[in-house]
């Protein structure tokens, strides 16, 4: 074990696959941290008990692959802002490469059980339209980016009606400051410039040697 890798500066984000890797592992942090912190907030002091439960165990994870494409709708629309001046007048193929990383991103992992089989089709499609519109948008301050996905996202909580309420604003705001956070995050680690050219060139052809030839 390192035991100073602790110390030591996060890699910096300066490749469309650094990218990849940063959209997706900050996505599955999001909706874990915001369906974790809201449903024990919701419990209350029943919290230890409720995630104990397998039931809620299971309602926890439907949530959290319900509400993944979301967070990952917010934070690739996050890191569009961000690199757009970078971008220059290439902003349409930066758009698509954006696009193309975040489909990766739902590539990931297979279907969850229970799912229907177009879930990640369905996923895919939302998110590449909602990149396009914002992406011929002026740029929205980050701590507006979840109003457009906020209702769906809390419709989605493993919390009973009952205990939920009417009143969304506390989720809201969990997900506006992990966004706001991740957003000062990914400026102090990304080679904006770097990055941005990466985006738009695409992903690096893999070269396949010709059949006999795989032996050294």
Known sequence: MDLFGIFKKPAAIESLTDMEDCL???SAFLV???VFEYSRARAGVLS?????????????SRSAWKNYPLCLENITIMVERVL??????RQA???????AAAANGTDRYPIPEGFETRFRA???ALISARIERAGLAAPRPVKDLPKETIKEFFD????HESIRGHNFIPGQNNLRSNLCQMHDEFIARADLPALARSVIAGPVPVTVPPVGRLAG
């Not at 757009?84 to 007048?89: I, L, Q």
């Not at 989605?156 to 919390?159: A, D, F, G, S, T």
């Open 24 to 26: 997706h592992t900050r």
């Open 32 to 34: 874990l941290k915001c």
């Open 48 to 60: 230890q008990k409720l995630f104990r439960e397998q039931g809620f165990k299971a309602a926890v």
């Open 84 to 89: 757009r001046p970078s971008a220059g007048d």
């Open 93 to 99: 193929e930066m758009r698509a490469g954006m696009k």
């Open 122 to 124: 369905d996923a895919r």
């Open 156 to 159: 989605e909580l493993p919390i």
